[in-house]
């Protein structure tokens, strides 16, 4: 099983700003299967990001993702006061399970 | 557009079996190419993956459920359904369902572009 570790737990920002997140995968993850979701409070989570680096239908451009291998970065360019969230990391590898990461969250400062 | 919605019992006794379904409303269940998945969240666990479902009934579980677990899925009323048996406290969690998008050459997944609300059950007696 793929164990993927997210870091910070917690990133403490202003609207405005930069947020760069990180998902650490215990072993190499294809590209193409890895996906980041936000979700809001009492909300399922919304893609936002698959295949490391394409954004999901309706999802602003400030959202951006990249990585490879093992390591991969969810980036929000500027922050709006609704991205203010927990996201995730979720890999689609083979075999099953497609494991989550344990979250960041993004809290306002 | 796709709208996916759990219904079921909130409150199932332990070693009893929870039951749920999810219906698909928007679009056919047959439209694809796309994964049927079960997705639960509970405070201890964070987001765990249970399982998933294509329309064929062919299956994939995860394996520390595999054992107690079915999905199953209804093409005709457009759902598809979980079982899972002998629960316990440590299953109490809001259950998703979710479509998940597929790469057809190579079966793997892309990401879950829609899901329901979440239902939470409670494992009591």
């Known amino acids: 099983e793929t164990v993927l570790t997210q870091s910070p737990g917690t990133l403490s920002l202003s609207p405005g700003e930069r947020a760069t997140l990180s998902c650490r995968a215990s072993?190499?993850?294809?590209?193409?299967?890895l996906a980041w979701y936000q979700q809001r409070p009492g909300q399922a989570p919304r893609l936002l990001i698959y295949?490391?680096?394409s954004r999901a239908s309706g999802i602003p451009d400030r959202f951006s993702g990249s990585g490879s291998g093992t390591d991969f970065t969810l980036t929000i360019s500027r922050l709006e006061p609704e991205d203010f969230a927990v996201y995730y990391c979720?890999?689609?590898?083979?075999?099953?399970?497609?494991?989550f990461g344990q979250g960041t969250k993004v809290e306002m400062k | 557009q796709v709208q996916l919605q759990e219904s079921g019992p909130g409150l199932v006794k332990p070693l009893q079996t929870l039951s749920l379904t999810c219906n698909v409303s928007?679009?056919?269940?047959?439209?694809?190419?796309?994964?049927w998945t079960w997705i639960r969240q509970s405070a201890g666990k964070g987001l765990e993956w249970i399982g998933r479902?294509?329309?064929?009934?062919?299956?994939n579980y995860n394996p520390s459920l595999r054992s107690r677990l079915t999905i199953s899925v209804d093409t005709s009323k457009n759902q598809f359904s979980l079982k899972l048996r002998s629960v316990t406290a440590s299953d109490t969690a809001v259950y998703y369902c979710?479509?998940?998008?597929?790469?057809?050459?190579?079966?793997?997944?892309?990401?879950?572009?829609?899901w329901g609300h979440g239902t939470l059950v409670t494992v009591s007696s």
């Open positions: 979720q890999q689609y590898g083979s075999p099953p399970p497609w494991t």
């Open positions: 928007g679009d056919s269940i047959t439209s694809g190419p796309y994964y």
């Open positions: 072993q190499s993850v294809n590209s193409a299967h």
């Open positions: 295949s490391t680096s």
């Open positions: 479902t294509l329309i064929t009934g062919s299956t």
């Open positions: 979710a479509r998940t998008l597929y790469d057809i050459m190579t079966g793997y997944g892309l990401g879950d572009d829609n």
